[in-house]
């Protein structure tokens, strides 16, 4: 029969191995190997469109405006800013984020983030016709007052 003495003292050196192993380890690990960081070059890609709705300055000429939410996705995404171009009553806006050029080499944050922008159209715009905005692919039209 063992001790409880005993039985005590063979389970504190099996602890004490079992530490002193994952201490070695831990110490031999991944620390030799760099860890991953962003690249100083960015890729820009077109971002995720959550929302695009217009709005009309109450201002003579009206003034309109594009509100325009985008996503990005995870950390290693950054919102960019947008592109507009404007042919006759087609209005395109590429909403841009930007992101390491080695993202596949790195572990992002995966926290969802959105950006508002309030986009400016301008006031070239003639009463009673219908303007289309197309913004990364989401389509929406309006009448101008």
Same mark, same amino acid.
């Given at each position: ?11 504190? =050196?099996?602890?004490?191995? =079992? ?13 030799d ?5 962003? *690249?100083?070059?960015?890729?820009v890609i ?6 695009? &709705? %217009? ?8 003034? %309109?405006?594009?509100?325009? =939410? ?11 800013? %947008?592109?507009?171009?404007? &042919?006759e ?9 930007? =992101? ?12 969802i *983030?959105?950006? &508002?922008?309030?986009?400016p ?9 219908? %303007? ?9 039209t309006? &009448?101008?007052?």
């Amino acid at each position: 029969m063992y001790s409880k003495g005993r039985m005590f003292g063979g389970v504190v =050196v099996w602890l004490t191995a =079992v530490l002193a192993i994952s201490a070695t380890a831990l110490a031999c690990g991944d620390d030799d190997l760099p860890a991953p960081t962003p *690249s100083d070059d960015w890729t820009v890609i077109p971002a995720r469109i959550d929302s695009v &709705e %217009y709005t009309v300055a109450e201002s003579w000429p009206p003034q %309109y405006f594009v509100q325009v =939410v985008s996503v990005q996705p995870d950390g290693c995404h950054e919102f960019d800013g %947008y592109t507009d171009e404007r &042919e006759e009553r087609v209005i395109t806006i590429e909403v841009l984020n930007r =992101v390491p050029a080695n993202l596949d080499e790195l572990a992002c944050t995966q926290a969802i *983030s959105t950006t &508002e922008s309030n986009i400016p159209l301008g006031t070239d715009f003639e009463s009673g016709e219908t %303007y289309t905005v197309i913004v990364n692919g989401v389509t929406m039209t309006f &009448e101008a007052q």
